[in-house]
């Protein structure tokens, strides 16, 4: 008699959890898991999903076993698509505040500009994912994939006029603990549009190719 779905990813992540953390083993399993849930997920056609999909991969990573960075997953709750799926709302939530946040900030710093001269200093509250003693193997590939960028194609992809803001760069600066768009407008003195639409148009694409590839979507 077969499994149904709950139970077989049940004992997959038990044969998971049973190897140990960046073994190749654990990363077979963890990578087999990430198929059978991610068709599962909550979709919706934000220019900030995708951002919020990859966080929740490296949660499921460091937590689906140690609990590195949150509650470790407990299968009484629910099964791991619950659980996920509670995740990702949550980082969509909070990804929609923040960017209504920087766009409030930025018309705000304007306004006290051009009134007082002085700048206006706000706290940004972002609650960025701590950084682990070990990064999970997948995560660590995504690393090495875009710093060896072997066919420099992530270097040449740049915007226009700012060879120094390429894909290479943004991706880096995205991967948690992330950089903040507003952070990222400030440092290259670019709009939050003009760099949030790049990365969704030309980076993310590359790093869904690279997801393709390694079979995690």
Same mark, same amino acid.
Not at 44 to 62: G, K, M, N
């Given at each position: 008699?077969?499994?149904?779905? @709950?139970?077989?990813?049940?004992?997959?992540?038990?044969?998971?959890?049973?190897?140990?953390?960046?073994?190749?083993?654990?990363?077979?399993?963890?990578?087999?898991?990430?198929? /059978?849930?991610?068709?599962?997920?909550?979709?919706?056609?934000?220019?900030?999903?995708? @951002?919020?999909?990859?966080?929740?991969? /490296?949660?499921?990573?460091?937590?689906?076993?140690?609990?590195? *960075?949150?509650?470790?997953? !407990?299968? *009484?709750?629910?099964?791991?698509?619950?659980?996920?799926?509670?995740?990702?709302?949550?980082?969509?939530?909070?990804?929609?505040?923040?960017?209504?946040?920087?766009?409030?900030?930025?018309?705000?710093?304007?306004?006290?500009?051009?009134?007082?001269?002085?700048? &206006?200093?706000?706290?940004?509250?972002? !609650? &960025?994912?701590?950084?682990?003693?070990?990064?999970?193997?997948?995560?660590? &590939?995504?690393?090495?994939?875009?710093? =060896? @960028?072997?066919?420099?194609?992530?270097?040449?992809?740049?915007?226009?006029?700012?060879?120094?803001? &390429?894909?290479?760069?943004?991706?880096?600066?995205?991967?948690?603990?992330?950089?903040?768009?507003?952070?990222?407008?400030?440092?290259?003195?670019?709009?939050?549009? =003009?760099?949030?639409?790049?990365?969704?148009?030309?980076?993310?694409?590359?790093?869904?190719?690279?997801?393709? /590839?390694?079979?995690?979507?």
């Amino acid at each position: 008699m077969e499994k149904n779905p @709950d139970e077989h990813l049940r004992y997959l992540i038990t044969q998971a959890c049973g190897h140990p953390l960046g073994s190749q083993e654990r990363q077979k399993l963890l990578t087999q898991i990430i198929r /059978l849930t991610s068709r599962k997920l909550w979709r919706e056609s934000t220019p900030y999903y995708q @951002d919020a999909l990859q966080q929740t991969w /490296l949660y499921f990573c460091r937590n689906i076993c140690e609990g590195l *960075t949150g509650q470790i997953y !407990d299968p *009484t709750y629910g099964s791991v698509t619950t659980w996920l799926n509670a995740y990702l709302k949550r980082r969509l939530q909070d990804f929609y505040l923040n960017l209504h946040r920087e766009q409030a900030t930025t018309v705000s710093l304007r306004h006290y500009q051009s009134t007082s001269g002085d700048r &206006n200093e706000t706290i940004d509250p972002i !609650d &960025n994912l701590p950084a682990t003693p070990q990064a999970p193997p997948i995560l660590e &590939n995504l690393e090495i994939w875009v710093k =060896t @960028d072997s066919d420099g194609e992530l270097r040449h992809t740049h915007i226009q006029g700012h060879p120094e803001v &390429n894909c290479q760069v943004l991706i880096l600066k995205r991967l948690p603990p992330e950089v903040s768009w507003r952070e990222l407008s400030e440092e290259f003195g670019l709009p939050i549009p =003009t760099l949030s639409s790049f990365y969704q148009r030309q980076c993310l694409p590359r790093l869904r190719k690279f997801a393709e /590839l390694e079979g995690l979507l």
